[in-house]
C-alpha cells in the first residue's frame, strides 16, 4: 500500500504541472503575466539566475513581450553577462523604441564599455522625447567627458543642476569640469554652490577642500574642513582629510590632535578605527596603522571588515607570515566570503603562486561575477603570470562592474605604459584625474604617460601639482628628478634626488636612479663614491650590492662586480636582479655557461618570466644546442603566447630544422603583428615566406630590413637569396656579394658563393 501511495504521489507530480500548462494554454496572457510576476519575485530576492528562466518563459509565450525582454535584461545585468543584456535590451528598443528605461539602461551599459558615442546617442534619443529627463542628461554628460568634450558636458550638468536645483552632486560635477578646463574661478564657485545647496554634504566639503589644495591655498583647504567639521561633526572623512593636510606639512601633533578629537566625537567606534587606521596605512605607518585596527577590533570584537583591512595591510607590505596565519583564521571563520577569498587569492600570488593564484580566483570570479575586486586581483594574478592580454581583458570587465573604478583604471594605465602605449595611458590617467584632480597618484601616472610620449614639459607641471599634494612623498620627488634630468636641468634633478634621499635615505629605489643618472652624465666615479658610501654604511642592504655591481660593470671591473652580487646573493638568495646581473658579468667574459647557469638560478625563482626565457633559449641557439633553445622557447610561450621575440625564434628553429613551415609561417606572422617595428622579426617572417616560394612577399619585408640595418650582412644574404630566387639577379649579386664583405656567418656564405657561381 506504501508503495502505491509513492507511485500516485510521483504519477500526480508529473500529471500536475501539465494540467497547469493545458490549462495556461487557453490563456497565454494570464501565463506570460504569471512568468513575469514569478521572475520579478525572484530578482527582488536576489535570485537572478531563476528570474531570468522565468523571463524567458514569458518570451517562449510571447517573442513580442517587451516588458519580459527589459526584465530580462535587468536579470542578465545582475549576473554582469553584458553581452546577453545588450542583446535583450536592443529587442526591447527595437519593439517599442519610446521604452526609455531601457534605452537609459543600454546608455549606461555603453558608457561601462567605454563605448562613449553610443551613450551619448542613446542619452540623445531619450531627450527628444522627454526634453527635461534628469538621467538622460546625466548620461549625456558622462558620455560627452570620455569624448573629451568637457565643454558640451558643462552644458549637460548645467541642465541637471537646473532641473535639480537641491542636488549638490551636479554642481560639483559643473566643478570638475571646470578644473579640466583649468577655469579655477567657476569651479570653486560651482563648489560653493554645492556647499550651499546642502550643508551637510560630506562630499562636497572634501572637494572644495581638494580644490584649494589643489591651488595650493592650504589655509583655505583647513578653513573649509573645520567648517565641514562644524556643521558635520560625525564627517569622519572631512576629520581624516584635515590630518592629513596638517601630516603633510610636517604638524604631526596637531594631525594627532585632529584625530584624536574624530575618536572623542564618535567614541567606541569601529567605523572610527578603520578610519583612522586607513590614514596611518596610507602614510605607511604601519604600526600605527595596525595599532587602530586592533583598537577597532575591542569596539567591535571578529568584526570581518577590520581583519579584512588588517590583511590588505600584511598583503601589500609583504608580511607573508602574518598574512598566512590571519588567512588561515579568516578562512575558517568566514570562508564564503568575497574579501577573504580574495585575500586568500592574492596571498598565493604574494606565495610566488600565481598559477595557482589565477585559478583560484577564476572560481571566486564566477561566484561572484558582480565583485569589481575579484576581478581586479584576477587581473592582477594574470599580469603577475605574464598574460597581460588576460590581464587587460579583466581590468576592463572590473570596470564593467564597477564604471569609472580607480585602482582598475590605475592599473590600465599601468599595463598600457608597460606595454609601451602612452596614449592609452594618459587617455586613463587623464579620466582619473577628473575624477580625482587631488590624487597625487594618479598625477604621476599621467606625467609618465606624457614624458613617455615627449612632453617633458607638461609632464613637470603634473608632477608639480603632485608634490603639492604629497610634498614628503620621495617618489613624486623622484619622478620629478627624471624629469629634470630628461629635459637635461641637471642641478635641478640633482636637487630632487638628494631631497628624495633626505626623505628616504633607505630608498634603494632612488639610488639606482641616482646612480644611472650619474652614469648618463659621465660621472661615473661620482656614482660609484655615493654607492660605495650607502653599501658601507648599509652593509646588510642586498640592493645596494646590486647597485655597486652594476657600477663596476659599467666600469668593465667584472671582478669586483662579480663580488658584489655573489654578496647580494648570500644576504637574499631570492635577489633575481643579483642572479641576472651575474649572468650578464660571465656573459661578457664569454662563459656562455656559467652565464646560463645563473639564468636557470633566476628562472628557478621566476619560471614564467618569459623573457628570461627566451634569453636563455637564445644563447642555447647561439651555442647551435637546438633542442635546449627549444624547450626554452617553449616555456617562453607557455607563460606568455603572446611574446613576439619567442614567437619569432621558434619559427627561425622551425625554419631551420625544416619542421612544418605552416605552423612557423603562422608564428612568425604573430610576432610581426605584435612588434611591427622589429627587424629581425621581419626577417624572420621574410625568411619563412622565401622557404614556403613566397618571393613576392618576402621581397620588401627584407628591403624593408636592409634599409632599418644596413649593417646586417644576414639581412643582405637573405635579401640577395630571395631576390635570386624571383629572377632578380644583378640586384641578388650586389646583396650577396656586399654580404660576402661584411663577413657572413661561414655556412651562410657558402651558400651566397654558391648562389653567385650559379649566377654566372
Same mark, same amino acid.
Given at each position: @500500500?506504501?508503495?502505491?501511495?509513492?507511485?500516485?504521489?510521483?504519477?500526480?507530480?508529473?500529471?500536475?504541472?501539465?494540467?497547469?500548462?493545458?490549462?495556461?494554454?487557453? $490563456?497565454?496572457?494570464?501565463?506570460?503575466?504569471?512568468?513575469?510576476?514569478?521572475?520579478?519575485?525572484?530578482?527582488?530576492?536576489?535570485?537572478?539566475?531563476?528570474?531570468?528562466?522565468?523571463? !524567458?518563459?514569458?518570451?517562449?509565450?510571447?517573442?513580442?513581450?517587451?516588458?519580459?525582454?527589459?526584465?530580462?535584461?535587468?536579470?542578465?545585468?545582475?549576473?554582469?553577462?553584458?553581452?546577453?543584456?545588450?542583446?535583450?535590451?536592443?529587442?526591447?528598443?527595437?519593439?517599442?523604441?519610446?521604452? +526609455?528605461?531601457?534605452?537609459?539602461?543600454?546608455?549606461?551599459?555603453? *558608457?561601462?564599455?567605454?563605448?562613449?558615442?553610443?551613450?551619448?546617442?542613446?542619452?540623445?534619443?531619450?531627450?527628444?522625447? #522627454?526634453?527635461?529627463?534628469?538621467?538622460?542628461?546625466?548620461? *549625456?554628460? &558622462?558620455?560627452?567627458?570620455?569624448?573629451?568634450?568637457?565643454?558640451?558636458?558643462?552644458?549637460?550638468?548645467?541642465? #541637471?543642476?537646473?532641473? !535639480?536645483?537641491?542636488?549638490?552632486?551636479?554642481?560639483?560635477?559643473?566643478?570638475?569640469?571646470?578644473?579640466?578646463?583649468?577655469?579655477?574661478?567657476? /569651479?570653486? %564657485?560651482?563648489?560653493?554652490? &554645492?556647499?550651499?545647496?546642502?550643508?551637510?554634504?560630506?562630499?562636497?566639503?572634501?572637494?572644495?577642500?581638494?580644490?584649494?589644495?589643489?591651488?595650493?591655498?592650504?589655509?583655505?583647504?583647513?578653513?573649509?574642513?573645520?567648517?565641514?567639521?562644524?556643521?558635520?561633526?560625525?564627517?569622519?572623512?572631512?576629520?581624516?582629510?584635515?590630518?592629513?593636510?596638517?601630516?603633510?606639512?610636517?604638524?604631526?601633533?596637531?594631525?594627532?590632535?585632529? +584625530?584624536?578629537?574624530?575618536?572623542?566625537?564618535?567614541?567606541?567606534?569601529?567605523?572610527?578605527?578603520?578610519?583612522?587606521?586607513?590614514?596611518?596605512?596610507?602614510?605607511?605607518? =604601519?604600526?600605527?596603522?595596525?595599532?587602530?585596527?586592533?583598537?577597532?577590533?575591542?569596539? &567591535?570584537?571578529?568584526?570581518?571588515?577590520?581583519?579584512?583591512? @588588517?590583511?590588505?595591510?600584511?598583503?601589500?607590505?609583504?608580511?607573508?607570515?602574518?598574512?598566512?596565519?590571519?588567512?588561515?583564521?579568516?578562512?575558517?571563520? /568566514?570562508?564564503?566570503?568575497?574579501?577573504?577569498?580574495?585575500?586568500?587569492?592574492?596571498? *598565493?600570488?604574494?606565495?610566488?603562486?600565481?598559477?595557482?593564484?589565477?585559478?583560484?580566483?577564476?572560481?571566486?570570479?564566477?561566484?561572484?561575477?558582480?565583485?569589481?575586486?575579484?576581478?581586479?586581483?584576477?587581473?592582477?594574478?594574470?599580469?603577475?603570470?605574464?598574460? @597581460?592580454?588576460?590581464?587587460?581583458?579583466? *581590468?576592463?570587465?572590473?570596470?564593467? #562592474?564597477?564604471?569609472?573604478?580607480?585602482?582598475?583604471?590605475?592599473?590600465?594605465?599601468?599595463?598600457?605604459?608597460?606595454?609601451?602605449?602612452?596614449?592609452?595611458?594618459?587617455?586613463?590617467?587623464?579620466?582619473?584625474?577628473?575624477?580625482?584632480?587631488?590624487?597625487?597618484?594618479?598625477?604621476?601616472?599621467?606625467?609618465?604617460?606624457?614624458?613617455?610620449?615627449?612632453?617633458?614639459?607638461?609632464?613637470?607641471?603634473?608632477?608639480?601639482?603632485?608634490? %603639492?599634494?604629497?610634498?614628503?612623498?620621495?617618489?613624486?620627488?623622484?619622478?620629478?628628478?627624471?624629469?629634470?634630468?630628461?629635459?637635461?636641468?641637471?642641478?635641478?634633478?640633482?636637487?630632487?634626488?638628494? =631631497?628624495?634621499?633626505?626623505?628616504?635615505?633607505?630608498?634603494?629605489?632612488?639610488?639606482?636612479?641616482?646612480?644611472?643618472?650619474?652614469?648618463?652624465?659621465?660621472?661615473?666615479?661620482? &656614482? +660609484?663614491? !655615493? #654607492?660605495?658610501?650607502?653599501?658601507?654604511?648599509?652593509?646588510?642592504?642586498?640592493?645596494?650590492?646590486?647597485?655597486?655591481?652594476?657600477?663596476?660593470?659599467?666600469?668593465?671591473?667584472?671582478?669586483?662586480?662579480?663580488?658584489?652580487?655573489?654578496?647580494?646573493?648570500?644576504?637574499?638568495?631570492?635577489?633575481?636582479?643579483?642572479?641576472?646581473?651575474?649572468?650578464?658579468?660571465?656573459?661578457?667574459?664569454?662563459?656562455?655557461?656559467?652565464?646560463?647557469?645563473?639564468?636557470?638560478?633566476?628562472?628557478?625563482?621566476?619560471?614564467?618570466?618569459?623573457? +628570461?626565457?627566451?634569453?636563455?633559449?637564445?644563447?642555447?641557439?647561439?651555442?647551435?644546442?637546438?633542442?635546449?633553445?627549444?624547450?626554452?622557447?617553449?616555456?617562453?610561450?607557455?607563460?606568455?603566447?603572446?611574446?613576439?621575440?619567442?614567437?619569432?625564434?621558434?619559427?627561425?628553429?622551425?625554419?631551420?630544422?625544416?619542421?612544418?613551415?605552416?605552423?612557423?609561417?603562422?608564428?612568425?606572422?604573430?610576432?610581426?603583428?605584435?612588434?611591427?617595428?622589429?627587424?629581425?622579426?621581419?626577417?624572420?617572417?621574410?625568411?619563412?615566406?622565401?622557404?614556403?616560394? $613566397?618571393?613576392?612577399?618576402?621581397?620588401?619585408?627584407?628591403?624593408?630590413?636592409?634599409?632599418?640595418?644596413?649593417?646586417? /650582412?644576414?639581412?643582405?644574404?637573405?635579401?640577395?637569396?630571395?631576390?635570386?630566387?624571383?629572377?632578380?639577379?644583378?640586384?641578388?649579386?650586389? %646583396?650577396? %656579394?656586399?654580404?660576402?664583405?661584411?663577413?657572413?656567418?661561414?655556412?651562410?656564405?657558402?651558400?651566397?658563393?654558391?648562389?653567385?657561381?650559379?649566377? !654566372?
Amino acid at each position: @500500500m506504501q508503495d502505491a501511495k509513492k507511485q500516485i504521489t510521483v504519477a500526480m507530480a508529473l500529471i500536475c504541472p501539465i494540467l497547469l500548462l493545458s490549462c495556461c494554454a487557453k $490563456d497565454p496572457q494570464k501565463a506570460k503575466a504569471k512568468y513575469l510576476a514569478a521572475g520579478q519575485s525572484y530578482m527582488k530576492n536576489g535570485e537572478y539566475g531563476d528570474a531570468a528562466i522565468e523571463f !524567458r518563459n514569458a518570451l517562449r509565450l510571447d517573442p513580442r513581450f517587451v516588458d519580459a525582454y527589459y526584465q530580462l535584461a535587468r536579470a542578465d545585468l545582475a549576473q554582469n553577462d553584458w553581452d546577453a543584456a545588450y542583446a535583450s535590451l536592443e529587442k526591447a528598443i527595437d519593439l517599442d523604441p519610446t521604452r +526609455l528605461d531601457a534605452r537609459l539602461d543600454l546608455g549606461r551599459l555603453y *558608457l561601462a564599455a567605454r563605448q562613449f558615442d553610443r551613450a551619448e546617442d542613446e542619452a540623445n534619443d531619450i531627450l527628444k522625447q #522627454v526634453p527635461n529627463d534628469v538621467a538622460a542628461y546625466q548620461l *549625456l554628460g &558622462a558620455a560627452l567627458i570620455g569624448q573629451q568634450k568637457p565643454e558640451l558636458a558643462l552644458a549637460a550638468f548645467a541642465k #541637471v543642476a537646473q532641473l !535639480r536645483p537641491n542636488d549638490p552632486s551636479a554642481s560639483v560635477n559643473m566643478a570638475l569640469v571646470e578644473i579640466s578646463l583649468r577655469r579655477y574661478p567657476e /569651479a570653486e %564657485q560651482h563648489l560653493k554652490t &554645492a556647499i550651499s545647496v546642502d550643508s551637510s554634504s560630506i562630499q562636497a566639503y572634501a572637494d572644495l577642500a581638494n580644490f584649494y589644495r589643489l591651488q595650493n591655498r592650504v589655509p583655505d583647504a583647513l578653513q573649509v574642513l573645520r567648517d565641514g567639521v562644524s556643521k558635520n561633526p560625525e564627517g569622519m572623512t572631512l576629520y581624516v582629510d584635515w590630518a592629513t593636510i596638517l601630516a603633510s606639512q610636517d604638524k604631526t601633533a596637531e594631525a594627532v590632535a585632529v +584625530l584624536d578629537a574624530l575618536r572623542k566625537a564618535v567614541p567606541n567606534s569601529a567605523d572610527v578605527a578603520s578610519a583612522i587606521g586607513d590614514f596611518y596605512f596610507q602614510r605607511k605607518e =604601519t604600526d600605527q596603522a595596525l595599532a587602530e585596527y586592533r583598537r577597532g577590533l575591542s569596539a &567591535a570584537p571578529k568584526n570581518l571588515g577590520i581583519e579584512n583591512r @588588517m590583511q590588505d595591510l600584511y598583503l601589500s607590505t609583504h608580511q607573508t607570515q602574518p598574512a598566512t596565519d590571519l588567512d588561515r583564521e579568516l578562512m575558517k571563520d /568566514a570562508p564564503k566570503d568575497i574579501t577573504v577569498r580574495v585575500n586568500h587569492g592574492r596571498l *598565493l600570488m604574494l606565495q610566488g603562486n600565481p598559477h595557482e593564484a589565477t585559478m583560484y580566483l577564476q572560481k571566486v570570479v564566477a561566484d561572484a561575477a558582480d565583485s569589481a575586486p575579484a576581478r581586479y586581483y584576477l587581473a592582477m594574478a594574470f599580469w603577475q603570470n605574464g598574460e @597581460m592580454s588576460q590581464a587587460q581583458s579583466n *581590468l576592463m570587465d572590473a570596470l564593467k #562592474v564597477s564604471p569609472g573604478s580607480p585602482i582598475a583604471l590605475q592599473e590600465l594605465a599601468r599595463l598600457s605604459l608597460e606595454q609601451g602605449n602612452a596614449p592609452d595611458a594618459k587617455i586613463y590617467a587623464e579620466e582619473l584625474i577628473r575624477s580625482f584632480p587631488a590624487d597625487p597618484a594618479d598625477r604621476q601616472l599621467l606625467a609618465e604617460a606624457l614624458a613617455r610620449e615627449g612632453q617633458f614639459q607638461p609632464a613637470e607641471e603634473q608632477i608639480l601639482i603632485a608634490r %603639492q599634494f604629497a610634498p614628503n612623498d620621495p617618489m613624486i620627488h623622484l619622478d620629478l628628478a627624471q624629469i629634470y634630468s630628461a629635459e637635461r636641468k641637471w642641478p635641478e634633478a640633482q636637487r630632487e634626488f638628494d =631631497t628624495a634621499l633626505e626623505l628616504d635615505p633607505h630608498n634603494t629605489t632612488v639610488l639606482g636612479q641616482l646612480a644611472d643618472s650619474l652614469t648618463a652624465r659621465k660621472q661615473l666615479p661620482l &656614482a +660609484l663614491a !655615493r #654607492v660605495q658610501q650607502y653599501v658601507t654604511a648599509n652593509p646588510n642592504d642586498a640592493n645596494g650590492h646590486v647597485i655597486l655591481g652594476a657600477l663596476d660593470f659599467e666600469s668593465q671591473n667584472y671582478n669586483s662586480a662579480q663580488g658584489q652580487f655573489e654578496q647580494a646573493i648570500q644576504l637574499d638568495p631570492n635577489q633575481i636582479q643579483a642572479y641576472l646581473r651575474l649572468g650578464k658579468v660571465y656573459e661578457a667574459q664569454g662563459q656562455t655557461d656559467l652565464a646560463i647557469a645563473h639564468y636557470q638560478k633566476a628562472l628557478d625563482l621566476q619560471p614564467r618570466l618569459a623573457p +628570461l626565457a627566451t634569453m636563455v633559449g637564445n644563447l642555447y641557439l647561439n651555442k647551435g644546442d637546438s633542442v635546449r633553445a627549444r624547450k626554452y622557447f617553449a616555456q617562453a610561450l607557455d607563460a606568455d603566447p603572446n611574446l613576439a621575440v619567442a614567437n619569432a625564434n621558434m619559427a627561425w628553429l622551425d625554419v631551420k630544422e625544416g619542421r612544418n613551415l605552416d605552423v612557423a609561417l603562422g608564428m612568425a606572422q604573430k610576432a610581426k603583428s605584435l612588434m611591427p617595428e622589429s627587424p629581425s622579426i621581419s626577417d624572420t617572417l621574410a625568411w619563412v615566406m622565401y622557404k614556403k616560394g $613566397d618571393y613576392t612577399g618576402a621581397t620588401p619585408l627584407l628591403q624593408e630590413c636592409v634599409h632599418k640595418s644596413p649593417d646586417s /650582412a644576414e639581412f643582405r644574404y637573405h635579401l640577395g637569396m630571395t631576390l635570386m630566387a624571383a629572377g632578380h639577379k644583378a640586384e641578388a649579386k650586389e %646583396q650577396l %656579394q656586399t654580404a660576402l664583405r661584411m663577413k657572413l656567418e661561414s655556412s651562410d656564405a657558402q651558400q651566397a658563393q654558391q648562389a653567385l657561381a650559379q649566377a !654566372r
